[in-house]
């Protein structure tokens, strides 16, 4: 059984596409400008007439860079024209060496704070002081648990629903 590994251009929501299409590129060889016709939302053989494994290998190194692959068994009925069409410019696609350099870290420049006014405590020392705080004032009236089954707050009545269910029968009138 032959698969396809196809590409519609979704990605993974924690990633940009621009780190989606900067990793593809740098995982195909190809430049950003051709990975960004991938997305034109339109299903796109990335691999075509592969073995399950390597289907796996490639859509699991897509995902990994952000991008949603879908694994797909190969019609083997499909004629020349559409196979054309569906292979168009995806064929020459192959994965990058083993061990390559796929997505590189931003260097972000150290943030300018200054911090010349600060000073550094000893260890175990205080840092701040603790504040007085006012003791509470609690009404010492006695507390006390009622008898098991005692009535706590007596219910007040409530008037009686004037519903009228004179209209509602239980016998089956459906003859």
Do not use: C, W
């Given at each position: 059984?032959?698969?396809?590994?196809?590409f519609?251009g979704?990605?993974?929501?924690?990633?940009?596409?621009a780190?989606?299409?900067?990793?593809?590129?740098?995982?195909?060889?190809?430049?950003?400008?051709?990975?960004?016709?991938?997305?034109?939302?339109k299903?796109?053989v990335?691999?075509?007439?592969i073995?399950?494994?390597?289907?796996?290998?490639?859509q699991?190194a897509?995902?990994?860079?952000?991008?949603?692959?879908?694994?797909?068994?190969?019609?083997?009925?499909?004629?020349?024209?559409?196979?054309?069409?569906?292979?168009?410019?995806?064929?020459?696609?192959?994965?990058?060496e083993?061990?390559?350099?796929?997505?590189?870290s931003?260097?972000?420049?150290?943030?300018?704070?200054?911090i010349?006014?600060?000073s550094?405590?000893?260890?175990?020392?205080?840092?701040?002081?603790?504040?007085?705080?006012?003791?509470?004032?609690?009404?010492?009236?006695?507390?006390?648990?009622?008898p098991?089954?005692?009535?706590?707050?007596?219910?007040?009545?409530?008037?009686?629903?004037d519903?009228?269910?004179?209209?509602i029968?239980?016998?089956?009138?459906r003859?």
């Amino acid at each position: 059984m032959n698969y396809s590994v196809v590409f519609k251009g979704e990605i993974n929501s924690v990633y940009s596409k621009a780190q989606v299409i900067q990793g593809l590129a740098k995982l195909f060889n190809k430049p950003a400008t051709f990975i960004e016709k991938l997305f034109s939302g339109k299903q796109v053989v990335i691999k075509n007439n592969i073995d399950l494994d390597k289907a796996k290998k490639f859509q699991h190194a897509m995902e990994k860079l952000g991008a949603i692959a879908e694994i797909v068994e190969v019609d083997n009925n499909v004629d020349a024209n559409e196979k054309q069409h569906q292979s168009d410019n995806t064929d020459n696609l192959s994965m990058a060496e083993t061990g390559a350099t796929i997505t590189e870290s931003e260097h972000v420049s150290e943030p300018d704070i200054d911090i010349s006014t600060l000073s550094m405590s000893d260890a175990g020392s205080i840092i701040v002081e603790a504040a007085e705080v006012e003791e509470a004032q609690i009404n010492d009236v006695d507390f006390g648990l009622a008898p098991t089954g005692s009535t706590i707050v007596t219910a007040e009545p409530v008037a009686e629903p004037d519903i009228d269910t004179s209209h509602i029968s239980l016998d089956d009138e459906r003859h």
